[in-house]
Nanobody, 123 residues
Framework: VQLQASGGGLVQAGGSLRLSCTASERTFNSFRMAWFRQPPGKEREFVSAISWNGGSTFYDDSVKGRFTISRDNAKNTVYLQMNSLKPEDTAVYYC?????????????????WGQGTQVTVSS
């Protein structure tokens, strides 16, 4: 059971990046998937989530209108398109799945996590 996150990097403010997270097993296509991030010296925080079929999406207010989550179940992959990046978006970004509980924005409600990918936005 593995989630492989990729796509991070260094970008100037206003730029874009697309993160990818690929699951090792097709069974993850049945589960909600989410992105969290952990800024330097801070707690891990919710960014976005998507239902198993892509029909429902959720965003933190700080990224609404700038980030878009999507998934391609044929490729066992979820994406996070990040536009209009700001220095405060700098963080390690993690994908997560196998949600249980009532609150989709709580890290403890996800069982499996990717290794994280660093996003750095320079001003």
């Amino acid at each position: 059971v593995q989630l492989q996150a990729s796509g991070g990097g260094l970008v100037q403010a206003g730029g874009s990046l697309r993160l990818s997270c690929t699951a090792s097993e097709r069974t993850f296509n049945s589960f909600r998937m989410a992105w969290f991030r952990q800024p330097p010296g801070k707690e891990r925080e919710f960014v976005s989530a998507i239902s198993w079929n892509g029909g429902s999406t959720f965003y933190d207010d700080s990224v609404k209108g700038r980030f878009t989550i999507s998934r391609d179940n044929a490729k066992n992959t979820v994406y996070l398109q990040m536009n209009s990046l700001k220095p405060e978006d700098t963080a390690v970004y993690y994908c997560a799945t196998f949600f249980s509980g009532s609150d989709y924005d709580v890290p403890g409600n996800y069982k499996y996590w990717g290794q994280g990918t660093q996003v750095t936005v320079s001003s």
